[in-house]
C-alpha cells in the first residue's frame, strides 16, 4: 500500500511538473503587433512590432512582472496605441492592477508609450539622466527619477534597478527579480544571434565592456537573461555581447 501511494505521489509531482512547463512559453497573441510570453509563473515578456525606416518590421521585448494580482512594467511597447492594448489587456482579462513603469532608457523601444501611461495616472520611475534626456528633446518624462538604484515592492515581493553605466545608451539601467531569478538588461544585452551590437549612436562603446562586466559579476545567478530584441536565454547572452564589442 505504501508503495501504490508513492507511485501516485510521483505521479502527481510528474502531472505538476508538465503543467508548469506547459505554462512557461505560453504565447498570447493580443493583437497582430503584440503578444505575451510567459517566462515563468510570475512574469510575462511583452513583444510589440513596429515598421522602422531603415530596418522594416521590428521588434522589442519589454517586462511584466506580476504578484498578488497586482503588475509592474518595464519598458512599453513601441507606441501609445499599442501600449493602450496591452494595459487594457492586463487590466481588463487578466483583471491585474498595474502599480507602476520603469523604462530601460529613452528610446521608443522603451517608452514610446508613456504618454498613455502618465494619461492613465500609472506611477512611472526612470533614471535620472532618463528624465535629463527626454525634457531636452521634448519627450515625456517619468513622475520620479532615481540615481544608481531603485527598490520597488510589489506586495510581499521587491524588484531592483540599477545603474552601472553608459553601453547602448548613456542612461541603461537593468531590471532585477530576485524571487525569479530574471535579469533584464534590455537593449544593453544582445541576443544569440545577433552579430552586432546594433545602434549605439546614443550610447558610449569605450564604457560597453566596463557596464556589462559590472552586470555579469553582479547577476551570476542569474536564470533568464531578457534582452531588448530577440530571444531570452541565459547568462551566456551577457557573455555573448561581451564578445561582440570591439
Known sequence: MKIKSTTCLIILLLVLIRQLAAQTNERIRISQDLELVRITANAYMHVSYAVL???GRSSANGLIFINEKKAFLFDTPWNDSLTSKLVYYLENTMKLKIEGFIPNHWHEDCMGGLIYIKSRGIKSYANQLTTDIAKKKNLPSADQGFR???KISLGNKVVMCYYFGPAHSIDNVVVWIPSEKILFPGCMCKSMDSGNLGNTADGDVSEY???IDKVI???CDAKIVVPGHGTPG??????HTKELIP
Open 148 to 150: 544608481d538604484s531603485i
Open 234 to 239: 541565459g547568462k551566456e547572452l551577457l557573455l
Open 217 to 219: 559579476n553582479r547577476f
Open 209 to 211: 565592456r566596463a557596464t
Open 53 to 55: 525606416p531603415g530596418y
